[in-house]
Structures are given as structure tokens and as C-alpha cells.
């Protein structure tokens, strides 16, 4: 018990937080605005950190990218079973939401209003450009101080991938930069750790400031996000991944599955971190018959770029925004846009508890064209379901490293895995 307290710690901090600003909130109404200032501090010390975790994250995780055992076929089955996964979990979010409304829009107009950033001149300039324009925009700016806005989240990604990419082409002689940005990461992190000591205030304070200018309505809309949620990740976790341990390896698939899938699980729900439970992960799926190399490889790349609880996620996250504010998903652009942005936010989830999930949030936000100051709201419903969210990610790696060996292997994997053992 005192271990499971001492792991949910956070968890239940933050949760108890968010209620008694509901409460607070619900209680003093217009009163509770007079919070506001504490819930903007939060939000903007998380803003200001957004720009060196990103280069500092993706530059890092590129560059100490090492050539693995059977690298051509592995990593490629590895890249398709991901993307293969992830679009069906995206899917499989995208269809439980779009028929309910997880939060009444009726004060969408009010809250856009006190949010809203750009001014219609800008946003008149941007509907005249082009496609192409606004393509090269997005991905690419013509000053290296613009990548230090949070305004320009997508070119500093394209940027920290080239800059990645060129220490890994650079190799030894790498070392010293690559030294320096794995301490200043290290840093960046421990400063979100610290940030986060004051998030339950700060939550807590947004939260009570929301409701109170804004009505209940949105708290009921994060109770019925959370309830929906849980039956999706319930449902998924039985379903699906019986479905995929079966492609793996039919009947015997589905039997090593589940007589190995239960210490992942228990460690996920326990720790609410993907990257906490690699090592059990990876114990359990050699138990299941997957070889050691399929098996170090696939689930600490996993636990950084697959996560099919954080993508079923990022959809409720988005469908959360359209419906709170008001905007549509009719249009199979509509649905298309919707569904990207999840995928792409996917990546963007580091593999640490909470507060791991500010990067994708904030790219959510910035490519759906919501104002930022609607981050606390992404980040309330990222704490929620965050350990059911977790228990997807880590199981979904484990399947998917069976899924991997059968096509690395062949359809007689678990026989041929089975005679190495006797």
C-alpha cells in the first residue's frame, strides 16, 4: 500500500487539487477569478521551458540512436507494426468520440474570447496565403531567433531533427556537444520536475478560476472524458490485443500473450510511466518468445514512439477542444486534420510521467489554432487518464515486439523459440 501511495503520489495530489478548485469554483463562481493570476503563473512557466525541452528532447533521442542487431528488417517491421497500431488506435478514438460531446459548448464564445490571441487582421493575412506558403511557414522560418517562439513549435521540431540527425552523421567527434546537450536535457527536466511541485496550485487555481467564470458544466465534461476514456482502454486492452497476439501467433500467441502481459500491466497502473517498466517489458516478452534482440529494441523504442493509450489519448484531448470550443469536425479534412495532428502528437510524448505529454499538448494546440492559454486544460485531462493512458502504451509495446518477431521470423517463431529452449 505505502508503495502504491508513494507512486501515485503526484497522481493523487494533482487530482485532489483539481476537485477542490471545482468545488471552489462551483462555490464562489465569478468570486474564484480572483485565482486566476496563480493558474497563469503555471501556465507560464510551462511556456517558457517549452522551447529547449523540445530541441533538447528530440535532438538528444536522435543522436544516441545506435545501429541495432538485423537493423534493416527489424527496424522497418518495427516502423510498420507501429504505424500499423497506432492508426488503428487512432481510429479506434476518433469513433468514441465524435458521436458525444465531452464537454457542452454553450460558453465556447466566452471562452474564446478571453483566450483568443490573434488578431482577425493575422488570421485574414494567413487565409490569403497559399497552401505551399503555408507548408514552408510552418516547417521552416528565415531567422534562427524565430525558432526560439513557441509561435514556430513545428520548424524547431524540423530543425532539432536536422540538428539529431547531423551529430549522428558527425559520430566521436560529436561527443562534447552531445555531452553538453545530455546534461542541459537533463537540467530542462529536473526544471520541469520543480515546475510541477507547484502544479497542484496552479492547476487547482485554473481550475477554480475556469469553473467560476465559466459555469460546471466543463468539470462534467472532464468526469464524462475520464468514464469514456477507461471503457475505451478497458475494451482495447481484452480486444485488441488478443486480436494482435493472435496475428503473432494464433492460439499460442494468445496464451504466452496473456500469461506474461500481467507484470507490465501492474507495473504501468503502479508507476504511470512507460519508461520506468522497460525492464520488465522486456523480460516479459522474451518470456513470450520473443528474441533478445527484437525484444531490446523494440520496447525502448516503444516507450518513446508508441503509445497507443497517449494517442487514444491526444484525440479525446482534441475532440475535448472542438466541442468546448465550439468548432467543427464534419468535413473529411476535418477528420483527416484531426486524426494527423493525434499521430504527430503521438511521437511528442516522452516516456516519463506526468508532465512528459507538454509537448504534444502544446503541438495539439498549435496545429488545431487554439490560443495557449487552453494548455492547463490538455494538461488536467492528461492527468486524469493518465494511468490507464500508460497501461496501453506499455502493453502495446509488448504485443507489438511479438508482432514484430512473427514477420522477422516467420510464422513459426514461437515453435522455433520453443525448440531453442529445450
Not at 26 to 36: C, D, H, R, Y
Not at 54 to 66: R, Y
Not at 149 to 177: Q, R
Not at 191 to 212: D, E, H, R, T
Request: proline share 4%; with cysteine; hydrophobic share 50%.
Amino acid at each position: 500500500m505505502k508503495k502504491f501511495l508513494s507512486n501515485y503520489k503526484s497522481t493523487i495530489i494533482l487530482l485532489v487539487a483539481i476537485i477542490v478548485g471545482a468545488i471552489v469554483g462551483i462555490i464562489f463562481q465569478e468570486k474564484a477569478t480572483i485565482l486566476s493570476p496563480f493558474g497563469d503563473l503555471f501556465l507560464n512557466l510551462l511556456l517558457v521551458i517549452i522551447i529547449p525541452l523540445i530541441f533538447l528532447t528530440i535532438t538528444t533521442s536522435i543522436a544516441k540512436m545506435k545501429t541495432p542487431k538485423r537493423l534493416g528488417k527489424i527496424m522497418i517491421t518495427i516502423v510498420g507494426v507501429f504505424i500499423f497500431t497506432s492508426i488503428i488506435a487512432v481510429l479506434i478514438g476518433f469513433a468514441s468520440t465524435y458521436f458525444v460531446k465531452l464537454v457542452e459548448p454553450e460558453d465556447g464564445e466566452t471562452i474564446r474570447a478571453s483566450m483568443e490571441e490573434t488578431t482577425e487582421e493575422k488570421e485574414t493575412e494567413e487565409e490569403e496565403m497559399s497552401i505551399a506558403d503555408r507548408t514552408v511557414n510552418l516547417l521552416t522560418v528565415n531567422d534562427f531567433s524565430k525558432l526560439l517562439s513557441k509561435e514556430n513549435i513545428i520548424a524547431l521540431l524540423v530543425f532539432s531533427i536536422i540538428f539529431g540527425i547531423a551529430m549522428n552523421m558527425t559520430g566521436e567527434k560529436a561527443k562534447p556537444v552531445m555531452d553538453f546537450l545530455e546534461s542541459a536535457n537533463n537540467i530542462v527536466h529536473n526544471i520541469i520536475k520543480i515546475i510541477m511541485y507547484y502544479a497542484p496550485i496552479g492547476l487547482g487555481c485554473y481550475f477554480a478560476s475556469l469553473i467560476g467564470s465559466f459555469g460546471a458544466s466543463i468539470a462534467v465534461g472532464y468526469l464524462k472524458t475520464f468514464v469514456i476514456y477507461t471503457v475505451v482502454t478497458v475494451i482495447f486492452y481484452f480486444v485488441m490485443y488478443t486480436i494482435y497476439a493472435w496475428m503473432a501467433g494464433r492460439k499460442k500467441g494468445i496464451k504466452a500473450f496473456w500469461k506474461n502481459a500481467l507484470p507490465p500491466t501492474l507495473t504501468a497502473l503502479a508507476t504511470c510511466s512507460s519508461a520506468a517498466t522497460i525492464p520488465i517489458n522486456i523480460e516479459s516478452s522474451k518470456k513470450m518468445g520473443v528474441p533478445d534482440d527484437i525484444a531490446e529494441t523494440t520496447i525502448p523504442l516503444g516507450s518513446s514512439f508508441h503509445k497507443d493509450g497517449s494517442i487514444i489519448g491526444s484525440v479525446f484531448k482534441i475532440m475535448f477542444l472542438v466541442c468546448l470550443f465550439g468548432t467543427s469536425v464534419a468535413t473529411a479534412g476535418d477528420i483527416f486534420g484531426v486524426l494527423g495532428v493525434a499521430l504527430l502528437a503521438n511521437l511528442l510524448i516522452t516516456a516519463v510521467p506526468i508532465g512528459g505529454g507538454t509537448i504534444s499538448e502544446m503541438l495539439i494546440i498549435s496545429m488545431m489554432g487554439y490560443p495557449v492559454a487552453a494548455l492547463p486544460i490538455l494538461t488536467i485531462i492528461a492527468t486524469i487518464i493518465d494511468p490507464p493512458a500508460t497501461m496501453l502504451n506499455v502493453v502495446g509495446d509488448t504485443v507489438s515486439s511479438m508482432m514484430v518477431t512473427r514477420v522477422v521470423d516467420g510464422k513459426d517463431w514461437m515453435e522455433k523459440e520453443n525448440q531453442e529452449h529445450k
